[in-house]
């Protein structure tokens, strides 16, 4: 990835029937699209800027996904890196670092987004995968978060749902709770809730998975 500019790219080996699903969700997530053809060619028919991003890297792409025969999403090392699953765009996960100014510090919780078929008129369904010690997240790995229900929007990115994910790790919201006994320790006794909510968070750093991705830095 061009830290800079934030590049980013998404590859496929051939146009099918959701093609155009993926140009445009890809696009509102600030990608830059390309077919194989204007890798090989060097040519972007969209005036896409290739300027900064090192030859080899994207032919080793290129390599990469004539031998696996799917799509691959390249990212550089960030706060939050997110992509499909195999060959299902519809179902995605993510990894997401426990912020700094928080007891999830250090943390690294996998989250799996699946896409409803009218999405992005009805909102994804986001849910941890890693354990959490928070009054908006269960057992279950479901978020009570407004976004994610009646404050949805279709010009929501799953970046800014990510970020909003993230903000909530910060600051709970124990007025709208998913687990009454946790919204009322953060009330009562905030230091024990953050020390359960750290121990949680380091007995479950051995579970955390990588997500379905293959990163690479542009450089």
């Given at each position: 990835?061009?830290?800079?500019?934030?590049?980013?790219?998404?590859?496929?080996?051939?146009?099918?029937?959701?093609?155009?699903?993926?140009?445009?969700?890809?696009?509102?997530?600030?990608?830059?699209?390309?077919?194989?053809?204007?890798?090989?060619?060097?040519?972007?028919t969209r005036g896409t800027e290739l300027?900064?991003?090192?030859?080899?890297?994207?032919?080793?792409?290129?390599?990469?996904?004539?031998?696996?025969?799917?799509?691959?999403?390249?990212?550089?090392?960030?706060?939050?890196?997110?992509?499909?699953?195999?060959?299902?765009?519809?179902?995605?996960?993510?990894?997401?670092?426990?912020?700094?100014?928080?007891?999830?510090?250090?943390?690294?919780?996998?989250?799996?987004?699946?896409?409803?078929?009218?999405?992005?008129?009805?909102?994804?369904?986001?849910?941890?995968?890693?354990?959490?010690?928070?009054?908006?997240?269960?057992?279950?790995?479901?978020?009570?978060?407004?976004?994610?229900?009646?404050?949805?929007?279709?010009?929501?990115?799953?970046?800014?749902?990510?970020?909003?994910?993230?903000?909530?790790?910060?600051?709970?919201?124990?007025?709208?709770?998913?687990?009454?006994?946790?919204?009322?320790?953060?009330?009562?006794?905030?230091?024990?809730?953050?020390?359960?909510?750290?121990?949680?968070?380091?007995?479950?750093?051995?579970?955390?998975?990588?997500?379905?991705?293959?990163?690479?830095?542009?450089?």
């Amino acid at each position: 990835m061009d830290k800079g500019h934030k590049k980013c790219l998404i590859l496929w080996l051939r146009i099918q029937d959701w093609a155009n699903f993926i140009f445009n969700f890809v696009k509102d997530n600030g990608l830059e699209v390309m077919t194989i053809e204007e890798i090989r060619s060097g040519i972007d028919t969209r005036g896409t800027e290739l300027e900064g991003i090192d030859r080899g890297v994207l032919m080793r792409a290129l390599r990469l996904l004539e031998q696996k025969g799917k799509a691959a999403i390249f990212k550089g090392t960030s706060a939050d890196d997110e992509g499909p699953v195999g060959e299902d765009m519809f179902h995605w996960q993510a990894t997401i670092m426990g912020p700094s100014d928080s007891p999830y510090s250090g943390g690294v919780f996998l989250v799996t987004i699946h896409f409803p078929p009218d999405y992005p008129f009805k909102p994804p369904k986001v849910a941890f995968r890693t354990k959490v010690f928070h009054p908006n997240i269960n057992s279950n790995g479901s978020i009570c978060l407004d976004i994610l229900k009646d404050q949805w929007s279709p010009a929501l990115t799953i970046s800014k749902v990510l970020l909003s994910i993230c903000s909530l790790l910060t600051d709970p919201n124990p007025d709208d709770p998913l687990v009454p006994e946790i919204a009322h320790m953060y009330k009562t006794d905030r230091h024990k809730y953050e020390n359960t909510a750290r121990t949680w968070t380091q007995s479950a750093l051995h579970c955390a998975a990588d997500s379905s991705i293959v990163s690479l830095e542009l450089k």
